[in-house]
Structure formats: structure tokens, C-alpha cells
């Protein structure tokens, strides 16, 4: 590691966003993180903070992610030297069949990730442009590929499989599971707060931020998850419809003559809970709202029903359970969706403590639950930063 490459920055980019996070190379502690919210919007909105206690938002003009990161870099441009900057991680969705560990990103990398696009349209084409933005910024700094599939190389076999022809298995068809970043940092941290036994227990962790998902872990490895071949799968999130009855393609096609361009716009960008509230995908604007809006509870029940049923069917996968984590934007800052979720799973042995709960302390269940629950905040960015250090480390 040289001595004047004293910084690595992450990138994270999602549908409508990106966050860049810079980070001491050596001690791996933040140093700012710069975000863009709702891209492509009228309200898109750039926030910049340095430390904890100073944070500035700035409304920008930002119709695409090109343009939201070169106003970022813009904005950071005096704290982020090309010569003090050792990598750059990215977190990359999917890896497909062929990446399962983290790599340093060349030409040849590129071109099989532009291969791998069709597996996720709306995430690697904005992932290979930032890429390539950041190979022209700083073409002498070494890039790295952190990937959320590779979290789930080691997944049970049958976990993976989807019913289709056996024939389309080489066409990578199968079940990927996705947000891998998000709980590889959540088994870190659960294993320093409570012990390796408890982390190596019988544990379902819940991301529930825009992008939701659950994955069931034993002996620290996932054995299943609710996410399949994309993100968009699973259960219902922001504005992704999750899973749904394939008949529903060809119904829609012949009664409204929805092409699959248009089928595929909606599922990601129109369903969810916006689709089903009709008016937002904001959790927390449709809680406010559920108390005079059926369609705003409506949007708020089905969610937490369609998580309960999931740690009901994942509790039977791991023959029983011991730990139960939530983290994402809804998971950690939603007691109302913890308490929802929660409710009727006694059977299970979880019994929260309203207090506990109300405060988002580490420990939300009540002393008398067999049943750990817990709210862990999630950092997908420190995964991809240490990461890209080891990288750098081993190839360097």
C-alpha cells in the first residue's frame, strides 16, 4: 500500500440513486459520504456530509446518473486526489454465473459484465457507466467489483433451482438472491454484539429498505432467500411488485396490449407499495396516511403480511430459529413495521418489548421471548471497502 494512497471510495448506485462513501485506506473510518436521491426527477437532491454533525442537501439538476455523478464529483473534488486515492469499490448486483468473490475490475471484466446485463437491466448498465466514468477521472486507479450474489455461492442446491425446463439452466437461469453486501455486514456485526454461537444459531435477516428482501442463515451460510433470477422478485417492496403469477404476462398483453417493455417498467417502477397505495412508496408517509386511507393500509399490511409469512416458511427451512435481524431503511427505523411483522408470530417464541422497540435498541425483544430480535444497521459500503482492500492487498 503506498504511503500517499491514504483513501478508498465506494460507489453504490441503485435505480434512482447513488452514494459514494470515502474512506481511510488504513483504518477504514469514514471520511464523507456524498449522496443523490430520486435521479431523473424534479426533486432530485444531493446531500454531502463530512462528519456526523455536518451535513448539507443542495437540490440539483440530475436527469440521469451521468450527470448526478459528475456533480458529486464536483462537489468532493478537493477531498478526492487522484494521487492519495489507493481503489475504487463498487457494489455490483449481480455477478451471474461467473463471479462469486470480489475482483479487480480490467477491460475483460467490463465486457462480461455488459454480457451478464440481461440478467439485470436496471441496475448494470448505470453500473458499467459509472465504471467507465470513473476509469476517464482516475485512469491510474485500480477499480474492484463487490458483488451482492456472491454472498449465496454456497447455497443449497435445491435453494436454487427454479421449475422451469432443465434446458434453460445454461442459460443461467436460477435463483441468485441478491442485497449478499447487507448481510454479510449484518452477520459481522450480530457476531460482535452477541457471539459467534448466537451468529452461527438459527437466524433470518430482513433488509426492508426500498429494495426488500429476507434470507434464511445456519451455521453463518444462507440457505435460502426470497429473492430469485432478479431483484424484482420476492416480496412486495417500494415500487417492485416482487413475486407474482407468471399468467398475469399474457393476461395484461391480450386485455390491455401491455408489451413486456411496458410489463417489466411496471413491475419494477409502478407496483409495490405504490402501486397497490396509488399515491406514494414512502413507508412512512403511508403509515401517516393508513389511518384515513384503505389503500395507504392496505399498501402497509400486505407488506408486513407478506414478511411474516416468509419467517413463518423460513422458520420450517431452518427447523426452528434463534435470531431474528432487521435492518434497511423500514427495518431500522419503522417500529410500527417491526411490531407488525411481529404480531402473531408467539408461536415461534418472538415477543417484542414495546419499549425496546419504540427506541430501536439493538435487543427489541422482551425478556420472556425465546427468540432473539434484533435492529442492526446495515453498511454495505464497509463490506465493499474492506473488500477492496484485500484486493489490493493480495494483488499488490
Do not use: W
Amino acid at each position: 500500500m503506498g504511503s500517499a494512497q491514504t483513501t478508498i471510495l465506494t460507489v453504490n448506485s441503485g435505480s434512482s440513486s447513488i452514494k459514494l462513501v470515502l474512506f481511510s485506506a488504513e483504518t477504514l473510518k469514514r471520511i464523507l459520504e456524498i449522496s443523490v436521491a430520486n435521479i431523473g426527477q424534479r426533486n432530485a437532491m444531493i446531500t454531502l456530509e463530512t462528519t456526523p454533525n455536518q451535513k448539507h442537501t443542495q437540490d440539483i439538476q440530475a436527469d440521469n446518473h451521468e450527470e448526478a455523478i459528475v456533480a458529486m464529483l464536483d462537489r468532493i473534488a478537493d477531498q478526492l486526489s487522484p494521487d492519495e486515492l489507493l481503489a475504487i469499490g463498487h457494489r455490483i448486483v449481480h455477478g451471474g454465473q461467473k463471479y462469486d468473490k470480489p475482483i479487480a475490475i480490467t477491460a475483460g471484466v467490463v465486457e462480461n459484465l455488459k454480457h451478464i446485463a440481461p440478467f439485470d437491466p436496471e441496475h448494470m448498465k448505470t453500473a458499467i457507466g459509472l465504471i467507465n466514468t470513473f476509469r476517464h477521472r482516475f485512469p491510474q486507479t485500480t477499480q474492484v467489483a463487490c458483488f451482492d450474489t456472491a454472498f449465496y455461492k454456497n447455497m443449497p442446491p435445491v435453494a436454487r433451482l427454479l421449475p422451469l425446463p432443465r434446458k434453460f439452466e445454461a442459460l443461467g437461469l436460477r435463483r441468485y438472491g441478491f442485497h449478499g453486501l447487507s448481510y454479510e455486514y449484518l452477520l459481522q456485526r450480530f457476531r460482535e454484539r452477541a457471539g459467534g454461537t448466537a451468529m452461527n444459531g438459527r437466524v433470518i435477516l430482513a433488509h426492508l429498505g426500498s429494495g426488500a428482501s429476507l434470507t434464511a442463515v445456519k451455521n453463518g451460510k444462507p440457505l435460502d432467500t426470497t429473492m430469485s433470477f432478479t431483484p424484482a422478485s420476492g416480496v412486495p417492496m417500494s415500487t417492485r411488485a416482487g413475486d407474482l403469477d407468471p399468467g398475469i404476462v399474457a393476461f395484461l398483453h391480450e386485455r390491455t396490449g401491455m408489451t413486456i417493455e411496458e410489463f417489466n417498467h411496471m413491475v419494477h417502477f409502478e407496483s409495490g407499495l405504490l402501486g397497490i397505495s396509488g399515491t406514494s412508496a414512502d413507508m412512512e408517509l403511508l403509515i401517516r396516511e393508513s389511518t384515513h386511507s384503505q389503500h395507504a393500509a392496505d399498501a402497509v399490511n400486505l407488506f408486513c403480511y407478506q414478511i411474516r409469512k416468509t419467517i413463518g416458511s423460513f422458520a420450517a427451512v431452518l427447523g426452528g430459529l434463534d435470531s431474528l435481524i432487521f435492518a434497511g431503511g423500514m427495518g431500522e427505523n419503522a417500529p410500527i413495521i417491526r411490531e407488525n411483522v411481529c404480531e402473531g408470530l408467539e408461536y415461534l417464541g418472538i415477543k417484542l418489548d414495546a419499549q425496546r422497540n419504540m427506541n430501536h435498541e439493538f435487543l427489541i425483544s422482551g425478556d420472556d421471548s425465546t427468540v432473539g430480535v434484533h435492529v442492526i444497521h446495515t453498511d454495505e459500503a464497509a463490506v465493499i471497502a474492506e473488500r477492496t482492500r484485500q484486493i489490493i492487498e493480495r494483488e499488490g
